[in-house]
């Protein structure tokens, strides 16, 4: 029985090897995540709608033990559309939606033989977030410290990775949703080059900047997963039809002569100094391993935020116009004693379904895209997005990749932000150009605070680049000890 | 640039959100403040500059003019809060 509870703390690509080997079945792995899920969610409630659900202790579809997978679970951000289980982006307006389809991310799973968890990852509500605060369902607590944030929005996915409550997870990128929580939970997330991972099914935030990407114990599993979600796909026409590498191949233990950038923008106050100290370290590391870094210079990060804020507030006013109580989900009652129209249900629905942060949001997006103001803020921003950009095509001419912190602090209070918008916006100043400049962007864990928090390490390659991603990471990551270090729950 | 009540109030009629007194209140404070800190972006000279609309340089993606699998109307309909035969039933839409 103890050696069913440890099987929950391997990666999914030893717990293969043991599956391939016959030492261990799948429905072992599911029962030592379902005790420890038991045990620790309580705590770190990286889940939603936990006790609702009677599948956890049922069994998952059975396993195909020739397929790549071999039945290994699945864990899934809650705006990721699985077939007949619950999907609703931790709202209250989207209480009750089952969706009719699987996301082909989930499709693609399946095939390889992955079993799809049954029961969602918490996030902010509509991925609007860094902290997984503003979840309907109240937020996930850090693993390696309760009182704190996982990051967001895919706190729960990165929590539950990092509590050893999954084996392997799936969140999304719209700004460093996948990125920053798996900073802040000592666990690796990837943004993919925009295109290369279909968005079918996942429930649209800005649909110029989301990407569904994977995050997992080590850089391995997380080459794997991309195998396996990457490609184009008929269904999502910004999808691009690149082949995908076997990113399994990347993985090679050498940075001998890759060129590193170091943003300068990136190094200045508002970094907290323990966190510089680590990923100055890191990068002393890969040079000692026989990498070579230079300055340079991104002159446009200090407006990336604004710019942000704009186009992807703009795109959710769009996205988040299908919310209106008519197809699915949470519908307000009329509790006018004369009739009420279909507009007073709109706004009410839409009034008490929103929690603030989705409000705040989308009125922000119509406001910048109203009338008289379009061209004074979303235009603008849609140019300075080019600046942006071309200030990474410039260093990527001359550099194979860019290393920066992934988040300016390690996970801050829970509390903490939540009450200034503007503040919580600010700490995603490092992980949102990547979603803006349409390129691929990985955080790999690189340390601890001194109150043993976790700590990012960002890089970032040119479109399509994730094998460099995956090398630079591998090579780090296995010259360190840091992926094998597991929180105290 | 400023966003008094009466423009909040609007924007929020144009995004179909009924919003309380209160939510006015606190709402009307932090958008200044955002919208503050947006207006950074005229710092830049953005005239010759052409908008990124779209990051990938994909343009008309389309596809063959042939039916394929849809939704039945009853899995199109299994999640709506209220069904009238094969409708969508919502309150009635004023002239």
């Not at chain 1, 508002?270 to 210079?297: C, F, H, M, N, T």
């Not at chain 2, 009924?18 to 005239?47: M, N, R, V, Y």
């Amino acid at each position: 029985m103890s050696g069913e509870i440890e099987l929950n703390k391997f990666t999914a690509h030893e717990l293969i090897e043991k599956v391939d080997k016959k030492e261990i079945t799948t429905q072992d792995i599911l029962n030592a995540l379902n005790q420890r899920i038991k045990e620790a969610d309580s705590k770190v409630k990286a889940y939603v709608r936990l006790s609702d659900s009677n599948l956890l202790d049922s069994k998952l579809q059975t396993p195909n033990s020739k397929l790549p997978l071999k039945g290994i679970p699945i864990s899934i951000k809650d705006n990721i559309c699985t077939q007949g289980y619950n999907t609703e982006c931790c709202s209250k307006i989207l209480e009750g939606f089952k969706p009719p389809y699987d996301a082909t991310v989930i499709r693609k799973l399946k095939e390889n033989g992955a079993a799809i968890f049954p029961v969602k990852t918490n996030m902010d509500e509509f991925a609007f977030g860094s902290s997984t605060e503003n979840s309907y369902f109240g937020p996930t607590h850090n693993p390696w410290n309760l009182e704190c944030v996982p990051g967001g929005s895919s706190g729960g996915s990165a929590a539950a990775v990092a509590a050893d409550e999954a084996i392997l997870a799936l969140g999304s990128d719209t700004g460093g949703s996948i990125r920053q929580p798996a900073s802040f939970c000592g666990v690796v997330g990837l943004k993919p080059t925009y295109g290369r991972v279909s968005r079918y099914g996942l429930i649209a935030f800005a649909s110029s900047l989301d990407q569904i990407g994977p995050l997992t114990k080590d850089i391995r599993d997380c080459a794997m997963l991309m195998n396996i979600i990457s490609g184009f796909d008929p269904c999502d026409s910004t999808s691009v039809n690149v082949e995908v590498p076997d990113y399994i191949k990347a993985l090679v233990n050498d940075v001998k002569g890759i060129k590193i950038g170091i943003p300068k923008e990136y190094f200045t106050e508002g970094l907290d100094p323990e966190v510089k100290r680590l990923v100055e370290e890191a990068i002393d590391k890969l040079k000692d391993l026989g990498a070579d870094y230079k300055q340079v210079s991104l002159a446009h990060t200090e407006y990336a935020v604004p710019v942000y804020y704009i186009i992807a507030t703009a795109e959710a006013s769009s996205n988040l116009a299908r919310f209106d109580g008519v197809q699915y989900g949470f519908r307000a009652r009329n509790s006018r004693k004369d009739s009420s129209n279909l507009i007073d249900m709109y706004k009410k629905t839409r009034g008490e379904g929103f929690g603030e942060e989705a409000k705040r949001r989308i009125i922000l997006g119509t406001f910048v895209l109203s009338h008289g103001y379009y061209d004074a803020y979303y235009l603008r921003a849609l140019k300075v997005r080019t600046l942006i950009k071309h200030d990474f095509d410039e260093v990527f001419k001359e550099f194979d990749c860019i290393i920066t912190p992934t988040s300016p602090t390690a996970a801050f209070r829970i509390g903490e932000k939540i009450k200034d918008p503007l503040k919580m916006y600010l700490s995603d100043i490092y992980t949102i150009s990547a979603n803006l400049a349409g390129i691929p962007a990985l955080s790999v864990p690189c340390g601890f605070t001194k109150k043993g928090l976790p700590v990012g390490l960002q890089i970032l390659a040119k479109p399509f680049g994730e094998e460099m991603l995956f090398r630079v990471a591998y090579n780090y990551e296995q010259n360190t000890d840091w992926h094998k270090m597991k929180p105290k729950l | 640039m400023a966003i008094n009540k009466e423009t909040l109030k609007y924007v929020a009629g144009l995004a179909r959100i009924e919003l309380q007194p209160k939510e006015l209140e606190k709402l009307s404070g932090q958008l200044q403040d955002i919208l503050e800190f947006i207006d950074k972006l005229k710092e830049i000279d953005t005239a010759s500059i052409n908008p990124t609309s779209h990051i990938l340089p994909i343009n008309n993606v389309l596809r063959e003019d042939k039916s394929a699998d849809s939704l039945s109307a009853d899995q199109a309909l299994e999640n709506a809060p209220r069904r009238e035969d094969n409708f969508f039933g919502v309150p009635k839409v004023i002239e």
